[in-house]
């Protein structure tokens, strides 16, 4: 799935690029584990846990959760991923997400696009 491009930036002090989300909703802000519960999903209270908790076994599970429910196995999501990565490589540079973008950020983002 190619990375899309509203061709707007948002830039971060660290030096970390990102589209701009306005407009978008902010996933990050959702009560994931009311919303888990009502659309029977496991992965959404997980990620809940994870914002209030910091419980890094909470995103371990979700990773996990997510690779078994859609791909055959961890490193079949792996490499999916690893894609992702590329793509994001020539659009923002290399370990851009290393540089330092807030967590919110990438939990609105992943939340979105795995509610699509």
Same mark, same amino acid.
Do not use: I, V
């Given at each position: 799935m190619p990375i899309k491009d509203s061709g707007e930036r948002r830039r971060f002090s660290t030096g970390a690029v990102r589209d701009i989300a306005d407009g978008k909703g902010r996933c990050d802000l959702l009560p994931l584990d009311v919303v888990g519960a009502i659309t029977n999903d496991p992965i959404l209270p997980l990620i809940n846990d994870y914002i209030r908790t910091g419980d890094e076994d909470s995103l371990r599970k979700v990773v996990m959760? /997510? *690779?078994? *429910? %859609? /791909? %055959?196995?961890?490193e079949t999501a792996m490499l999916e991923i *690893?894609?992702?990565?590329?793509?994001?490589a020539k659009k923002y540079d290399e370990r851009n997400w290393e540089k330092g973008i807030q967590l919110h950020c990438y939990i609105d983002s992943g939340v979105r696009h795995y509610l699509k």
């Open positions: 959760a /997510f *690779s078994e *429910s %859609d /791909f %055959d196995n961890l *690893s894609k992702h990565y590329e793509d994001g």
